[in-house]
T-cell receptor
Framework: ETGVTQTPRHLVMGMTNKKSLKCEQH?????MYWYKQSAKKPLELMFV???????ENNSVPSRFSPECPNSSHLFLHLHTLQPEDSALYLC?????????????FGSGTRLTVV | AQKITQTQPGMFVQEKEAVTLDCTYD???????LFWYKQPSSGEMIFLIY??????QNATEGRYSLNFQKARKSANLVISASQLGDSAMYFC??????????FGTGTRLQVFP
């Protein structure tokens, strides 16, 4: 399978639940990213991983916890979320320094917190 | 701080016509890249085109071209010969190489027959 795959595509969770979003890429990329996309707002960078090491945490609340066990997989663990966390969560990957091909994005997980 | 501004929340264009989507940016970096992405209703962001700050020629990729005016800090996307399948959200983004891209708020393009 090629490209960036995100699961699940849709998720509804209560504020006390714990869930995880998964992202997988088979492109040989060495950088992976989590973005949050809310309505009428620019995409917000959440986390950056380069060669499995977290290199950016963009002041994200601790109720979001990323995990990158290897360069092909990225998780976003969620717990005690708030309704304002409802959004489309996009995962992306890139070959660090390969600007000509940009990021490859997954289709996102549409998260609804109730 | 870096910033991307897309002032057109929505644009309409007739099929087969050309359309320009505006993007202005602000950065103190000397070396940077500008990117355009398309997001159809399925949600996936699709990379369209890249322009480097030191590139002297405007980037082109098929029907997409980037009108880069460095002094004005603008990087407008031109889509020629619009097709119905071009209807989508379009995002302008900026970053050093591919590190930490920041995105604008997007422009919704609708192509009508």
């Amino acid at each position: 399978e090629t490209g960036v795959t995100q699961t699940p595509r849709h998720l509804v969770m209560g504020m006390t639940n714990k869930k995880s979003l998964k992202c997988e890429q088979h492109l040989g990329h060495n950088a992976m990213y989590w973005y949050k996309q809310s309505a009428k707002k620019p995409l917000e960078l959440m986390f950056v991983y380069n060669f499995k090491e977290q290199t950016e945490n963009n002041s994200v609340p601790s109720r979001f916890s990323p995990e990158c066990p290897n360069s092909s997989h990225l998780f976003l663990h969620l717990h005690t979320l708030q309704p304002e966390d409802s959004a489309l969560y996009l995962c992306a990957s890139s070959r660090r320094g390969d600007r000509f091909n940009g990021y490859t994005f997954g289709s996102g997980t549409r998260l609804t917190v109730v | 701080a870096q910033k991307i501004t897309q002032t057109q929340p929505g644009m309409f264009v007739q099929e087969k016509e050309a359309v320009t989507l505006d993007c202005t940016y602000d950065t103190s970096d000397q070396s940077y890249g500008l990117f355009w992405y398309k997001q159809p209703s399925s949600g996936e962001m699709i990379f369209l085109i890249y322009q480097g700050s030191y590139d002297e020629q405007n980037a082109t990729e098929g029907r997409y071209s980037l009108n880069f005016q460095k002094a004005r800090k603008s990087a407008n996307l031109v889509i020629s010969a619009s097709q119905l399948g071009d209807s989508a959200m379009y995002f302008c983004a900026m970053g050093r190489n591919t590190d930490k891209l920041i995105f604008g708020t997007g422009t919704r393009l609708q192509v009508f027959p």
